[in-house]
Protein backbone atom coordinates (compact mmCIF):
# COMPACT_ATOMS: atom_id res chain seq x y z
CA UNK A 1 0.00 0.00 0.00
CA UNK A 2 0.86 3.39 -0.80
CA UNK A 3 0.12 6.90 0.64
CA UNK A 4 0.49 9.96 -0.55
CA UNK A 5 -0.16 13.29 1.12
CA UNK A 6 -0.19 16.60 -0.77
CA UNK A 7 0.57 20.16 0.41
CA UNK A 8 1.03 23.69 -1.09
CA UNK A 9 -2.75 24.41 -2.51
CA UNK A 10 -3.88 28.29 -1.64
CA UNK A 11 -5.30 31.00 -2.93
CA UNK A 12 -3.39 33.08 -5.45
CA UNK A 13 -4.19 35.72 -7.84
CA UNK A 14 -3.80 35.22 -12.14
CA UNK A 15 0.11 35.65 -13.03
CA UNK A 16 1.65 34.16 -9.62
CA UNK A 17 2.84 30.81 -8.88
CA UNK A 18 2.60 27.84 -6.14
CA UNK A 19 4.08 24.79 -5.66
CA UNK A 20 2.41 21.44 -4.49
CA UNK A 21 4.09 18.76 -2.47
CA UNK A 22 3.64 15.02 -2.72
CA UNK A 23 4.77 12.97 -0.23
CA UNK A 24 5.12 9.22 -0.83
CA UNK A 25 5.00 6.43 1.94
CA UNK A 26 4.62 2.86 2.11
CA UNK A 27 5.18 0.11 -0.71
CA UNK A 28 7.32 2.67 -2.85
CA UNK A 29 9.23 2.16 -5.54
CA UNK A 30 12.16 3.95 -7.67
CA UNK A 31 9.70 1.99 -10.79
CA UNK A 32 7.04 3.93 -10.01
CA UNK A 33 5.70 6.44 -11.75
CA UNK A 34 3.94 9.67 -10.44
CA UNK A 35 1.44 12.29 -11.83
CA UNK A 36 -1.14 15.33 -11.01
CA UNK A 37 -4.05 15.41 -11.83
CA UNK A 38 -6.64 18.15 -11.18
CA UNK A 39 -10.94 18.19 -11.24
CA UNK A 40 -12.49 21.17 -11.27
CA UNK A 41 -16.24 21.53 -9.70
CA UNK A 42 -18.52 20.17 -12.79
CA UNK A 43 -15.71 19.19 -14.97
CA UNK A 44 -13.88 15.63 -15.62
CA UNK A 45 -10.91 14.92 -14.27
CA UNK A 46 -7.81 16.75 -16.00
CA UNK A 47 -4.37 15.29 -16.59
CA UNK A 48 -1.78 17.74 -15.87
CA UNK A 49 1.78 16.30 -15.40
CA UNK A 50 3.81 12.69 -15.11
CA UNK A 51 7.41 12.03 -14.01
CA UNK A 52 8.86 8.79 -14.46
CA UNK A 53 10.70 8.31 -11.00
CA UNK A 54 13.97 5.70 -11.83
CA UNK A 55 14.21 8.14 -15.38
CA UNK A 56 13.07 11.48 -14.62
CA UNK A 57 10.99 11.55 -17.95
CA UNK A 58 8.08 13.70 -17.62
CA UNK A 59 4.74 14.30 -19.85
CA UNK A 60 2.82 17.63 -19.58
CA UNK A 61 -0.51 18.19 -21.97
CA UNK A 62 -0.65 21.25 -23.74
CA UNK A 63 -2.79 23.25 -21.34
CA UNK A 64 0.19 23.84 -18.88
CA UNK A 65 3.74 23.05 -21.20
CA UNK A 66 5.29 25.78 -20.35
CA UNK A 67 4.01 27.10 -17.41
CA UNK A 68 3.89 23.92 -14.92
CA UNK A 69 7.53 21.52 -14.07
CA UNK A 70 7.18 18.20 -12.12
CA UNK A 71 10.07 17.11 -10.41
CA UNK A 72 10.87 14.34 -7.79
CA UNK A 73 13.35 14.53 -4.98
CA UNK A 74 14.63 10.57 -4.28
CA UNK A 75 15.65 11.30 -0.90
CA UNK A 76 12.51 12.79 0.41
CA UNK A 77 10.27 10.56 -1.62
CA UNK A 78 8.32 13.39 -2.75
CA UNK A 79 7.21 15.18 -6.28
CA UNK A 80 6.48 18.91 -6.60
CA UNK A 81 4.56 20.64 -9.32
CA UNK A 82 6.02 24.10 -9.73
CA UNK A 83 3.03 26.11 -11.24
CA UNK A 84 3.91 29.76 -12.57
CA UNK A 85 1.94 32.01 -14.63
CA UNK A 86 -1.13 30.87 -13.18
CA UNK A 87 -4.75 31.50 -14.60
CA UNK A 88 -8.51 31.44 -13.25
CA UNK A 89 -8.95 28.65 -15.75
CA UNK A 90 -6.31 26.62 -13.10
CA UNK A 91 -8.40 26.57 -10.24
CA UNK A 92 -9.21 23.04 -9.46
CA UNK A 93 -8.28 20.64 -6.63
CA UNK A 94 -5.09 19.01 -7.13
CA UNK A 95 -4.71 15.34 -7.01
CA UNK A 96 -1.34 13.67 -6.71
CA UNK A 97 -1.36 9.63 -7.98
CA UNK A 98 1.03 6.84 -8.29
CA UNK A 99 1.50 4.58 -11.05
CA UNK A 100 3.60 0.86 -9.68
CA UNK A 101 3.79 -0.07 -13.59
CA UNK A 102 6.07 3.49 -14.04
CA UNK A 103 4.31 4.19 -17.35
CA UNK A 104 3.01 8.06 -16.20
CA UNK A 105 1.24 9.81 -18.64
CA UNK A 106 -2.27 11.04 -19.04
CA UNK A 107 -4.25 7.75 -18.52
CA UNK A 108 -5.63 7.84 -15.19
CA UNK A 109 -6.52 4.20 -15.02
CA UNK A 110 -2.43 3.35 -14.63
CA UNK A 111 -2.41 5.32 -11.43
CA UNK A 112 -3.46 2.67 -8.51
CA UNK A 113 -2.70 5.48 -5.48
CA UNK A 114 -4.06 8.69 -4.92
CA UNK A 115 -3.72 11.26 -2.43
CA UNK A 116 -6.56 13.23 -0.73
CA UNK A 117 -5.91 16.72 -3.21
CA UNK A 118 -5.32 20.32 -2.15
CA UNK A 119 -7.69 23.12 -3.28
CA UNK A 120 -5.80 25.47 -6.11
CA UNK A 121 -7.91 29.25 -6.41
CA UNK A 122 -6.65 31.35 -8.39
CA UNK A 123 -8.76 35.04 -8.73
CA UNK A 124 -8.69 37.24 -11.47
Known amino acids: QVQLVESGGGLVQAGGSLRLSCAAS????????MGWFRQAPGKEREFVASIRWSSGMTTYPGSVTGRFTISRDNAKNTVYLQMNSLKPEDTAAYYC?????????????????WGQGTQVTVSS
Open 97 to 113: AADPAGWGGPNSDRYNY
Open 26 to 33: GRTSSNYA
